[in-house]
């Protein structure tokens, strides 16, 4: 008689496994991301403004584009890392004048550059000097501007305003509400205008990009990154899993105001004039330019280069209107209508959000 016995347990069949979820095409992800679409928008603009007129999309114009408006692109960076957590800061502007005027004034006590005959009266040292003077008082007033949020505990768009004015007023007082010029030569031609193998217009341009790509890497792809989304997502989260809120949160405005003191030297070197009454508007531009780029306002989502390409539409629309002769004012209805739509979006895209969880 036989005897049908068990199969040792070496020799079972294997458990089956779970079905694994399936994974979408990698061109429904590009497809599903924010950036794609604020990609494709602002593709589509400089699609329109050639075809009405070839020179938009000129070597010169794209340049111009970029340098013109490398001030806001750089500010937008660091603005992305304020909304991730939550946040707001209204004084880019100020801190930008303000930076920009100590560097002058800076430059000004070694010597300025002589207009008539194009002669430096110095060299890289005075030059580092000014620059490292400027960015030092940036970086400051981010400090500070977190050290109030995060300790105090006063609303980030109470202290960033009172710091807006604050900036300002110093900016004034340095100056007695007159432009400095006469910036160096080292600033204002060899990296203003100056690129490498004597190209024009190309040094602003790779301290811009180099700019966006360190910071999107670093978001991304860094601890400091994931503990500012965490913040934007959860702040009482990430306090509870280990986090120091409060030291990260003056971090990320140190950061900011460092990348505004840069878009400071920025504008000298692009202008060489410090433009002290130019810069007022600066928070809402470079805010609205992070927000079309995908950057949530309720904290926990945005990417750089989002913020960078979505910063980049205001400046083609009025870059287009001025081609083709259409008044520039026009530039304002276009952004605040595609300001309003982002924003709309995002709550929708919370709002999905909230009822799948």
Request: one cysteine or more.
């Amino acid at each position: 008689m036989t005897v049908d016995r068990a199969a040792p347990a070496d020799l079972a069949a294997p458990a089956a496994r779970p079905p694994e979820a399936p994974r979408s095409a990698w061109w429904m992800r590009v497809v599903m991301n924010n950036v794609f679409w604020v990609l494709v928008i602002l593709v589509l603009i400089s699609l329109g403004f050639t075809l009405i007129n070839g020179a938009f999309l000129s070597p010169y114009n794209i340049r111009s584009l970029i340098t013109d408006n490398a001030y806001v692109l750089v500010m937008a960076v660091g603005m992305v890392f304020v909304l991730c957590t939550a946040g707001l800061d209204l004084s880019v502007g100020s801190v930008l004048v303000l930076s920009g005027v100590v560097s002058a004034k800076v430059f000004l006590a070694f010597g300025s550059s002589n207009p008539a005959t194009g002669a430096d009266a110095i060299g890289w040292g005075p030059v580092v000097i000014g620059m490292a003077a400027g960015l030092a008082v940036g970086t400051a007033f981010g400090v500070i501007n977190g050290a109030l949020i995060a300790y105090a505990k006063v609303p980030p768009f109470i202290t960033t305003l009172g710091s807006f004015g604050a900036a300002l007023g110093i900016a004034y007082l340095l100056t007695n509400g007159s432009d400095l010029s006469n910036m160096p030569n080292l600033l204002t031609v060899d990296i203003g205008s100056g690129g490498p193998f004597g190209a024009a217009e190309i040094w602003m341009i790779i301290i811009v990009l180099a700019i966006v790509a360190l910071a999107a890497m670093l978001l991304a792809y860094t601890r400091f990154g994931r503990y500012t989304y965490a913040i934007g997502s959860n702040p009482e989260s990430a306090r509870r899993v280990g986090i120091n809120v409060q030291r990260h949160l003056v971090k990320v405005y140190g950061l900011m105001g460092l990348l505004a003191a840069v878009a400071g030297l920025l504008s000298l070197a692009n202008v060489s004039t410090t433009t002290i009454s130019g810069h007022t508007a600066d928070a809402l531009s470079v805010i609205g330019g992070c927000v079309i780029g995908g950057t949530s306002l309720f904290g926990g989502r945005g990417t750089v280069v989002g913020a960078f390409i979505g910063s980049l539409i205001p400046a083609a629309l009025d870059s287009g209107f001025v081609i083709i002769s259409v008044s520039p004012f026009w530039e304002y209805v276009a952004v605040g209508i595609v300001l309003v739509v982002a924003v709309y979006f995002d709550q929708w895209r919370r709002r999905r959000t909230q009822q799948a969880a």
